[in-house]
T-cell receptor, first 113, second 116 residues
Framework: DAKTTQPPSMDCAEGRAANLPCNHS???????VYWYRQIHSQGPQYIIH???NNETNEMASLIITEDRKSSTLILPHATLRDTAVYYC??????????????FGKGTKLSVIP | GAGVSQTPSNKVTEKGKYVELRCDPI?????LYWYRQSLGQGPEFLIY????????DSGLPNDRFFAVRPEGSVSTLKIQRTERGDSAVYLC??????????????FGSGTRLTVV
């Protein structure tokens, strides 16, 4: 079972920041937080991951709370092409299950013109 | 090609028939994964190959499902005696070695299987 909880859907105005929350209150010390997204009729696409520090790349920023029980994915300037289902996943880098991605139902983000 | 290729993109079959789904991973990727995605759900892990061997097949739902990767590249997912409940999108992903950080997983667009 997925160890994360996400809202089922969110809307965001085009050009505005999209902030997608994720709860992972049972995360273990060796588990990372990953975000993937799935655009309609495509396979999932990696976005970003982190352990405890905030991370930023060309696609998004990841903010992880100090207690690591929740995180927020930020798309700074959402475009229509960002409309997708966003999945928050916790995963260890080593040991059992380290190669499996356990997806929940994700958040369907709709970017509105 | 540059990405993971899955064929066919769509497959309709009758209940009880046998089907094969093919995955061409990215060249040089030694790890290969199969996932299944039912309507409205996230993908679920089926099996993981490292090279030619199935390192973990714990996600296969029952013995009607089988996957092979004989030369460590192309993989085929085989489903015997298909049932309507097998209808789903079957996704394949590949990565370099075991890609500990998981950001190197590249998914294909999947095969949509419909059992009628």
């Amino acid at each position: 079972d997925a160890k994360t909880t996400q809202p089922p859907s969110m809307d965001c105005a085009e050009g505005r920041a999209a902030n997608l929350p994720c709860n992972h209150s049972t995360i273990s010390g060796n588990e990372y937080v990953y975000w993937y997204r799935q655009i309609h009729s495509q396979g999932p696409q990696y976005i970003i991951h982190g352990l405890k520090n905030n991370e930023t790349n060309e696609m998004a920023s990841l903010i992880i709370t100090e207690d690591r029980k929740s995180s927020t994915l930020i798309l700074p300037h959402a475009t229509l092409r960002d409309t997708a289902v966003y999945y928050c996943i916790v995963r260890p880098h080593q040991g059992a299950g380290s190669y499996q991605l356990t997806f929940g139902k994700g958040t369907k983000l709709s970017v509105i013109p | 090609g540059a990405g993971v290729s899955q064929t066919p993109s769509n497959k309709v079959t009758e209940k009880g028939k046998y089907v094969e789904l093919r995955c061409d991973p990215i060249s040089g990727h030694t790890a290969l994964y199969w996932y299944r995605q039912s309507l409205g759900q996230g993908p679920e892990f089926l099996i993981y190959f490292q090279g030619t061997g199935a390192a973990d097949d714990s996600g296969l739902p029952n013995d009607r499902f089988f996957a092979v990767r004989p030369e460590g590249s192309v993989s085929t997912l085989k489903i015997q005696r298909t049932e309507r409940g097998d209808s789903a999108v079957y996704l394949c992903a590949s990565s370099l070695t075991r890609d500990r950080e998981g950001n190197g997983y590249t998914f294909g667009s999947g095969t949509r299987l419909t059992v009628v």
